[in-house]
């Protein structure tokens, strides 16, 4: 029986802007309800470099010349965009029943590249979504209660980041 309900979902892109910009690196994780991690998957997306150059600049890039020399250096390992979509779809398969709900940090913004690069994995995906940033405004700015996870600007550590913050949010609830 397909037990996973949530679909962990951190991208690495180019900048946020999705119309100009492209997904680099996804990082997926399934679990169930009780955040019980069931599978995860990775993948690169190739990017055209002269793309990469032209939209990774400026201080975010700047502060984090280690995930941007990474980012360049896998490249050329990486897969089509629709070929990692394919990948998705069948992580979904082998994971989850008919309701697939996405969740992460900020995860509308990823959606946002989801829906223009990946639209048969959107379509696949619930409309409702987990966004742990809504629990860290919150905790922040009413209960003056503050997460710290590392920035790492990696797909797969920055996801498990988010789980572990989420885990740490209700932790208060279940008190």
Do not use: C
Request: hydrophobic residues 40%.
């Amino acid at each position: 029986m397909k037990k996973a309900k949530l679909l962990w979902i951190d991208l690495e892109m180019t900048g946020l802007e999705p119309e100009k910009d492209k997904i680099l690196e996804v990082a997926a994780i399934a679990t169930d309800l009780e955040l019980n991690e069931i599978a995860n998957l990775e993948a690169v997306v190739k990017v055209d470099e002269d793309l990469m150059k032209s939209r990774m600049v400026g201080e975010f890039w700047e502060k984090n010349k280690t995930s941007y020399d990474a980012l360049f250096a896998q490249n050329a390992s990486g897969e089509p965009v629709k070929a990692v979509e394919k990948k998705l779809l069948d992580f979904l398969d082998q994971n989850f029943g008919t309701e697939i709900y996405l969740a992460g940090n900020s995860i509308h913004q990823d959606r946002k590249f989801i829906e223009r690069e990946m639209p048969e994995l959107n379509k696949r995906l619930h409309y409702r979504m987990l966004d742990v940033s809504a629990w860290k405004i919150y905790f922040e700015n009413a209960l003056d209660k503050k997460f710290t996870k590392a920035d790492h600007h990696r797909a797969l550590d920055d996801i498990k980041g988010s789980i572990e913050e989420f885990k740490w949010y209700l932790s208060f609830i279940k008190k």
